[in-house]
């Protein structure tokens, strides 16, 4: 089945710093790829998604990448907070999914430092 | 977005004893809707999809007889973990995905969670 590679697990930057987080995936058929933010003991929120027919997305300081051929999609946040500060996860839907499910990465712990 | 609610919020049983998890759209009709454990510091693990008016489909390794899922409406499903044990405390997500919803594309909304312990 599909597989999510998500690095790194953890990252501390200086407040005013970018963080790039990397999901790598096994599939190419995939069509959906969402980045959420999970706060502790909260919800994960969606932050920014990209479907496959795009390569670049971006809302305000966040951004996300699609390479498709090298099968890796990264979250860019420039000018970090500290209430950037949480874990991140990445995702896709495969195609083959009936029902629409995620596959999900095993998150980064980011730490913004003021 | 789309409003999804958990009931409880959080719940401490004794072992032995069935808990029901209830997830509600709020605002949506959630033609499926799936349900997630969390343990700490870990990624989301999906447990089973839930589709209103069948049954669900479980991931690999979940017992369907301790964890049962039911979908009668199209705003509420339920998780029951049944005879439950200190090793399924955990942090339980529903999420939902709708026809006709805020997103076109099945953007799934998640719900606040359930934190369950089991003593």
């Known amino acids: 089945g599909e597989n999510v590679e998500q690095h790194p697990s953890t990252l501390s930057v200086q407040e005013g710093d970018s963080a790039v987080i990397k999901c790598t995936y096994s599939?190419?058929?995939?069509?959906?790829f969402p980045w959420y933010k999970q706060e502790l003991g909260k919800r994960p929120q969606l932050i920014i998604d990209i479907r496959s027919n795009v390569g670049e997305k971006k809302d305000q300081r966040i951004a996300v990448t699609l390479n498709k051929t090298a099968k890796h999609f990264s979250l860019h946040i420039t000018e970090t907070q500290p209430e950037d500060s949480a874990v991140y996860f990445c995702?896709?839907?495969?195609?083959?999914?009936?029902?629409?499910?995620?596959?999900f990465g095993q998150g980064t712990e980011l730490s913004v430092k003021p | 977005g789309a409003v999804v609610s958990q009931h409880p919020s959080r719940v401490i049983c004794k072992s032995g004893t069935s808990v029901k998890i209830e997830c509600r759209s709020l605002d949506f009709q959630a033609t499926t809707m799936f349900w997630y454990r969390q343990f700490p510091k870990q990624s989301l693990m999906l447990m089973a999809t839930?589709?209103?008016?069948?049954?669900?489909?479980?991931e690999q390794g979940v017992e369907k007889d301790k964890f049962l899922i039911n979908h009668a409406s199209l705003t509420l499903s339920t998780l029951t973990v049944t005879s439950a044990h200190p090793e399924d405390s955990s942090f339980y997500i529903c999420s939902a995905t709708g026809t006709g919803g805020p997103s076109s594309y099945n953007e799934q909304f998640f719900g606040p969670g359930t934190r369950l312990t089991v003593l």
């Open positions: 839930s589709n209103e008016g069948s049954k669900a489909t479980y």
């Open positions: 599939d190419s058929a995939s069509n959906y």
């Open positions: 995702a896709l839907r495969p195609i083959y999914n009936q029902g629409g499910k995620l596959i």
